[in-house]
């Protein structure tokens, strides 16, 4: 049980384009979904935090209009990161939390999406 | 802010020794504090979770202690094997994040 996937898992694109990232949570469902961004060699570090139906809270540094999210649903949220640039490529993690889940309980991590802006 | 560290940063040892991996957070208000394994290029594995509230929890080869108090978890493996590889991180849940550590990169060598 707590399975997160991602969708894609690798991607690659050209510098100036939109990527989206899907976030599922496949047998349980997420009021809270967390994206994390990690770059080579370092730790992850929180981006945003998203709530099904509500708008997402970002982190201090994170530029809002370029990494949107959406928590459509309380299986689905989606990364878009728009006019991607080379310093954007990086590894993408998501997580969720489950409905019946406490503030404090356990976050199930997705497998990752690698991007690679060229 | 909670700061999470983890030491040593990189590690190789021989096949069978034991591993011991350290972290050490800053604020001891914590939900529960969490040990992952990530291999190259890929997501992160969940290995133990311990809560506020406990000491220590076991899984098979792997042991987790916590003092709250002090703002220490440590992270044993039993007899390493070359499977053992990768990077490990430790979390800490504040309630609404978790704040992770910067890993423990783990070479056994054969």
């Known amino acids: 049980g707590a399975v997160v996937s991602q969708h894609p898992s690798w991607v690659i694109c050209k510098s100036g384009t939109s990527v989206k990232i899907e976030c599922r949570s496949l047998?349980?469902?997420?009021?809270?979904m967390f994206w994390y961004r990690q770059f080579p060699k370092q730790s992850l570090m929180l981006m945003a935090t998203?709530?099904?139906?509500?708008?997402?809270?970002?982190e201090q540094g994170v530029e809002k209009d370029k990494f949107l999210i959406n928590h459509a649903s309380l299986t689905l949220s989606t990364l878009t990161v728009t006019s991607a640039h080379p310093e954007d490529s990086s590894f993408y993690i998501c997580?969720?939390?489950?409905?019946?889940?406490?503030?404090?309980?356990?976050?199930?991590f997705g497998p990752g999406t690698r991007l690679t802006v060229l | 802010k909670q700061e999470v560290t983890q030491i040593p940063a990189a590690l190789s040892v021989p096949e069978g020794e034991n591993l011991v991996l350290n972290c050490s957070f800053t604020?001891?208000?914590?939900?529960?504090l969490q040990w992952f394994r990530q291999d190259p290029g890929k997501g992160l594995t969940s290995l133990l979770l311990?809560?506020?509230?406990?000491r220590e929890q076991t899984s098979g080869r792997l042991n987790a202690s916590l003092d709250k108090s002090s703002g220490r978890s440590t992270l044993y493996i039993a007899a390493s094997q070359p499977g053992d590889s990768a990077t490990y991180l430790c979390?800490?849940?504040?309630?609404?994040?978790?704040?992770f550590g910067k890993g423990n990169q783990v070479v056994v060598i054969p």
């Open positions: 998203s709530n099904e139906g509500s708008k997402a809270t970002y």
């Open positions: 047998d349980f469902q997420a009021t809270t």
């Open positions: 979390a800490v849940n504040r309630g609404n994040r978790l704040a």
């Open positions: 997580s969720a939390r489950s409905l019946a889940g406490a503030i404090g309980n356990e976050q199930f």
């Open positions: 311990i809560q506020s509230s406990q």
């Open positions: 604020d001891s208000a914590i939900y529960n």
